[in-house]
Nanobody, 125 residues
Framework: QVQLVESGGGLVQAGGSLRLSCAAS????????VGWFRQVSGKEREFVSC????????YYADSVKGRFTVSRDNAKNTLYLQMNSLKPEDTAVYYC??????????????????WGQGTQVTVSS
């Protein structure tokens, strides 16, 4: 299995930027599709973005398209999420996730086997 640890969250003003990282350990990172989800207390976990095993294909939720960029560095076993033009509605706990079954687009959190502990992102207006 793979272990995931997120970092990079924090407090930022609207219009600002943050870069999240997710460090993986355990099994070979390139064997997993990985993605980002976010969750606000009391609401269901929401898909943000995912990237295929090679990093060649990326997918985004409509709400973040054009503002967020997902990438992975398989040599460093790390997943990234560059978040620009942040809005107050982006405030949430952000989780990275890995799927051992998929290698393409899937926005269903139930398709992901492994999860990090989450990192808080707060965007003030």
């Amino acid at each position: 299995q793979v272990q995931l640890v997120e970092s990079g969250g924090g407090l930022v003003q609207a219009g600002g930027s943050l870069r999240l990282s997710c460090a993986a350990s355990g099994r070979t990172f390139s064997n997993y599709q990985v993605g980002w989800f976010r969750q606000v207390s009391g609401k269901e976990r929401e898909f943000v973005s995912c990237v295929s095993r090679s990093g060649g294909n990326t997918y985004y939720a409509d709400s973040v398209k054009g503002r967020f960029t997902v990438s992975r560095d398989n040599a460093k076993n790390t997943l990234y999420l560059q978040m620009n033009s942040l809005k107050p509605e982006d405030t949430a706990v952000y989780y990275c996730a890995a799927s051992s079954y998929y290698n393409g687009y899937t926005s269903n959190h139930r398709d992901y086997d492994y999860w990090g502990q989450g990192t808080q992102v707060t965007v003030s207006s």
